[in-house]
């Protein structure tokens, strides 16, 4: 490594431990045991002076007050949910866009990349009132249809998909291939690393998701993992290493798919960027 590589890298490394740090601190505390939390909120102490398990044992073990599992289920199945419908009309909707010719298809994608500026506490109270008048109040349907596609998804699989050769789809049609054959056999398979892209982002967005199950839920069984971690800190306002602890619990699927997922996010990124013209 160069000194100009290293000029590069020190700043990089430094910007990462900085954001890390909030992270570490959190799974600090969760092993740390409430005498010694409270001895440590005047000075910076990293390390747990005792390391305890006590705090996950009272999270998940108190399913009574505060029923992890049901909100870890509610979670996973939002998250999965919404994901997986977003792939599915994000990517039909970026092939329409991409691939397919018809009349005002420029300024329809246009209209469409604008409405990424309207922010989206803005669509909480009128899609609350449809919820309402569907009777989807409290359900499954209220968490997953509204957020099962958007904007963002449909342009950055859109950008993706001009870089990939014409001359694959002109072959495809030369075989018989219809429309949504050529979106099935052809486009489909190239797209992997775009569609690993907006899934990772999709699936951190939903999980870490607040104001909507708090808005478009009212029951105790449907709520989230993260209003769970909320009514937890209500519940027990001094219970420090508790809340660390769901929080720590929290994070580990999206941790993970991260990992699974990172070539496949890294190589979408940097394709997505130059594929636009």
Not at 15 to 23: E, H, I, W, Y
Not at 92 to 97: D, I, P, S, T, V
Request: aromatic share 12%; glycine share 6%; net charge positive.
């Amino acid at each position: 490594m160069n000194k100009s590589h290293r000029l590069i890298h020190i700043p990089l490394l430094l910007s990462a431990v900085l954001f890390l740090a909030p992270l570490a601190w959190m799974l600090s505390t969760s092993f740390k045991t409430d005498t010694d939390i409270i001895n440590g909120l005047g000075s910076v102490r990293w390390l747990p002076s005792t390391f305890t398990l006590d705090n996950y044992r009272a999270v998940l073990s108190n399913v009574a007050e505060f029923p992890v599992w049901r909100w870890t289920a509610n979670s996973l199945l939002v998250s999965l949910g919404t994901t997986l419908l977003v792939l599915v009309v994000d990517s039909l909707a970026a092939y329409a866009y991409a691939r397919l010719r018809w009349r005002g298809r420029d300024k329809v994608f246009t209209v469409l990349v604008a409405t990424m500026l309207v922010p989206a506490q803005v669509l909480l109270i009128p899609t609350y009132l449809v919820i309402r008048q569907l009777g989807w109040f409290d359900t499954y349907w209220a968490l997953i249809v509204p957020a099962s596609a958007g904007s963002f998804g449909v342009f950055l699989l859109r950008q993706f998909m001009r870089s990939i050769p014409v001359e694959l789809e002109e072959a495809a049609r030369l075989d018989g291939c219809s429309s949504f054959g050529i979106y099935w056999h052809v486009i489909l398979p190239l797209l992997r690393p775009a569609l690993a892209t907006l899934g990772i982002f999709t699936f951190m967005a939903s999980w870490n998701a607040f104001e909507s199950p708090l808005i478009f839920t009212d029951s105790v069984t449907m709520r989230t993992l993260p209003i769970g971690i909320a009514i937890f800190q209500g519940h027990y306002g001094t219970q420090y290493g508790q809340m660390m602890a769901a929080a720590s619990l929290a994070m580990v699927p999206v941790v993970v798919a991260f990992l699974i997922f990172q070539r496949y996010i890294i190589r979408g990124i940097s394709l997505t960027g130059l594929a636009g013209r």
